[in-house]
């Protein structure tokens, strides 16, 4: 396994990867935008060093981690640049291995070199593996989130968490 930083040229794989984790309709409530949309923001992240990464197998990419900044996410306010908005995502056949682990250590470090001072998350109450595996990196729950309604029709509540990086300055 390899994990590094996403490029432009894995749009392709992450689109697809975002695709499947859609389709198992428990995790995400909505596909991913066209590669048009996405494809710029690839740029962006490769052009400044954003904290992304993939993990790729067999030369296939099966999973992404990214700390996006908040202002880049709606979140408004002086400190929004200093929140990296985190997104985990893992391919089902590859889950239980390691790999979420493996690259959320990877974005917490390079979150620190980036300039965050804190991350901030979701993740559905339901998604107990993702709960505890947040919660061993010092993520803690802050409240929760809105309800989703997925195609399918399932209904979930959503959980923040947050990680401060930078102890000396609480946001």
């Known amino acids: 396994m390899e994990i590094r930083r996403i490029k432009y040229s894995d749009l392709g794989g992450f689109v697809a990867l ?9 995790y995400l409530s ?18 400044h060093k954003i904290p992304q990464f993939v993990a790729i197998v067999e030369n296939e990419l099966v999973a992404s981690a990214e700390a996006f900044p908040g202002d880049m996410c709606g979140l408004k306010g002086e400190n929004s640049s200093r929140i990296g908005v985190v997104g985990v995502h893992v391919r089902q056949s590859m889950r239980a291995m390691g790999i979420g682990r493996s690259l959320l250590e990877m974005l917490i470090a390079d979150s620190h070199r980036y300039g965050y001072s804190k991350l901030i998350l979701e993740v559905y109450e339901s998604n107990q593996p993702a709960k505890k595996l947040y919660e061993s990196f010092g993520f803690v ?18 959980e923040r968490m947050y990680l401060l990086l930078d102890k000396g300055n609480k946001i």
């Open 30 to 47: 909505s596909p991913p935008p066209p590669a048009g949309g996405i494809g710029p923001v690839l740029q962006k992240v490769e052009a």
């Open 18 to 26: 975002w695709d499947g984790v859609f389709k198992e309709g428990k």
């Open 141 to 158: 729950y802050n409240g929760f989130g809105r309800d989703v309604v997925f195609p399918s029709g399932l209904k979930v509540r959503s």
